[in-house]
């Protein structure tokens, strides 16, 4: 078990640029979350996979955010065009189908837009 | 929906000293309840869980916490604080039933003084 990994650690870019990040969750876990996370806030759920179907999105996920997890292994976050407003830590966890095992998170991406 | 309330944004105390977190949520079902810790640029981390059978839980760092039903509430307590548990807290609540979801709470910051 080495734990959930997250790709790039830290992503500056500019405005209107496209970004993807990538999240390698724990090899037995099946389902798979996105959040984001601002200053002094929690993680604030994006979209949800259990193995390679994405089963939720947030009504709030603008129509610029796509995820995808093929094969139900990784999965990418990719942001097009992106706005200052998207400054964020974007945190990536996994679990099993057994939700009294809660979730484990990776260490996050932290995305800066100029 | 479910939610999650977390009044305290800073708590402040002196290394040694006991902590209380306060965490109340709003679900109309029995909730799985977690608590999860966030050291500064990091990931989530669990620090216990409650989904049913004794309301006392215990969990790591020598943590615990309680559910009281009739409070709705789920506070986080550790009786001697490290200087080590300085770090941003977050309490969580899942539906038994449907989506597995969770709900986070905007967090609470533990300042801790030598």
């Known amino acids: 078990d080495t734990g959930v990994s997250q790709n790039p650690r830290h992503k500056i870019t500019k405005r209107g640029q496209n970004v993807t990040f990538r999240c390698d969750p724990i090899?037995?876990?099946?389902?798979l979350y996105w959040y984001r996370q601002t200053l002094g806030q929690g993680p604030e759920f994006l979209t949800y996979?259990?193995?390679?179907?994405?089963?939720?999105k947030s009504r709030l996920l603008s129509d610029r955010f796509s995820a995808e997890r093929p094969k139900g292994s990784f999965s990418t976050l990719e942001i097009q065009r992106t706005e200052q407003g998207d400054s964020a830590m974007y945190l990536c966890?996994?679990?099993?189908?057994?939700?009294?095992?809660?979730?484990?998170f990776g260490p996050g991406t932290r995305l800066t837009v100029t | 929906a479910q939610s999650v309330t977390q009044p305290d944004i800073h708590i402040t105390v002196s290394e040694g000293a006991s902590l209380e977190l306060r965490c109340n949520y709003s679900y109309g079902a029995t909730p799985y309840l977690f608590w999860y810790v966030q050291s500064p640029g990091q990931g989530l981390q669990l620090l216990l869980k409650y989904f049913s059978g004794d309301t006392l839980v215990q969990g790591i760092k020598g943590f615990e916490a309680e559910f009281k039903r009739s409070q709705s509430s789920f506070n986080l307590r550790k009786p001697s604080v490290h200087w080590s548990d300085a770090a941003e807290y977050f309490c969580?609540?899942?539906?038994?039933?449907?989506?597995?979801?969770?709900?986070f709470g905007r967090g609470t910051s533990l300042i801790v003084h030598p």
């Open positions: 969580a609540v899942l539906s038994s039933g449907g989506s597995y979801i969770p709900t």
């Open positions: 090899s037995e876990h099946n389902r």
């Open positions: 996979f259990q193995n390679e179907a994405q089963l939720e």
């Open positions: 966890a996994s679990s099993s189908d057994r939700a009294t095992i809660g979730q484990y």
